[in-house]
């Protein structure tokens, strides 16, 4: 168990290491001077992070030590960690720090056939920091995946991106006006673009897809994402994930307006009828 305290940055006994990333984190980094955050993200010395868990099973193959980044530039409906999208709810990191802490767990996760992940938030909004990171646990012969919404894929250069051996894809939706719809009003054009960029390179894929009844259970949305991932010719996997009201307590504790408050998880036959579609278009889907 670490606990966090960067020289010439915010002090915080909150410990780096968390149960979950369902645990509420906010205001943590506030102290650090905007200077220093603009420095931070263009060098990546240092990162924001609102935790790191061990032993995930769902975050990549085999066993992952995942790094859960702040910042994000979607407002999906259906996030459940709504306190990342803010830079400053997470925790200051050096990157030696991080590296450090990585470095703690190489050899189980290599023996384990595990690997490291970064999530968030959106890893992408603190690239740098990402790039630089990555760099140095694949040097480890650590296993690399990153879990994104694709939207700043441009920022990562292809060799940059060859340190990622696995992108692990949140796509939201195909068509640009569900896109908007699902996150808050953003465009996807990116998204798509970073996909095809991934696929020219020939880098591994995994697809994600939140279910969410009444909001992305649209069987054309479906099966155009489904379409389109299997046109990629790199997705290894592609996963729906049942919506689960998990994060509705941070909706509220943080004061957003919360428009699924009173949405239900998928049932098991809308499931499997999504899973029927990604693997109709030839995807191995779960
Ligand atoms: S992209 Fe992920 S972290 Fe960002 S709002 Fe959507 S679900 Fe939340």
């Avoid at 995942?66 to 910042?71: E, K, L, M, N, Y």
């Avoid at 998928?266 to 109709?280: K, T, W, Y």
């Amino acid at each position: 168990m670490q606990t966090v305290s960067e020289p010439g940055q915010a002090r915080s006994t909150v410990s780096l290491e968390a149960k979950s990333p369902f645990e509420m984190r906010i205001h943590l980094g506030e102290n650090v001077a905007e200077t220093d955050v603009k420095t931070a993200l263009k060098t990546g010395d240092l990162g924001f992070l609102h935790s790191f868990t061990t032993g995930s099973a769902v975050d990549g193959p085999g066993l992952r030590l995942v790094a859960w980044t702040t910042s994000c530039m979607f407002r999906c409906q259906y996030c459940h960690n709504p306190d990342t999208w803010t830079l400053k709810n997470g925790i200051p990191v050096s990157l030696e720090s991080a590296v450090a802490e990585v470095q703690k767990y190489a050899a189980g996760l290599k023996a384990l056939r595990g690997g490291f992940t970064l999530s968030g938030g959106e890893p992408l909004m603190q690239d740098r920091f990402a790039a630089r990171l990555f760099a140095a646990v694949k040097g480890m012969g650590v296993h690399t995946a990153i879990e994104t919404n694709g939207f700043y894929g441009e920022r990562l250069s292809d060799a940059e991106l060859h340190d990622i051996d696995l992108v692990i894809l949140d796509m939201k939706a195909f068509t640009p006006e569900q896109h908007a719809r699902v996150t808050g009003g953003m465009r996807n054009d990116d998204v798509l673009e970073f996909c095809k960029r991934l696929a020219g390179l020939n880098r591994p894929m995994w697809l994600r897809y939140v279910l969410v009844p009444g909001l992305t259970d649209l069987p054309d949305e479906m099966q155009a994402v489904a379409n389109f991932g299997a046109s990629l010719g790199v997705v290894e996997r592609a996963e729906i994930l049942p919506f689960h009201q998990l994060g509705r307590f941070k909706w509220e504790r943080l004061g957003l307006d919360y428009q699924l408050a009173n949405t239900g998880a998928p049932s098991d036959g809308s499931i499997a009828n999504a899973v029927a579609i990604f693997r109709a278009a030839g995807l191995n889907a779960y």
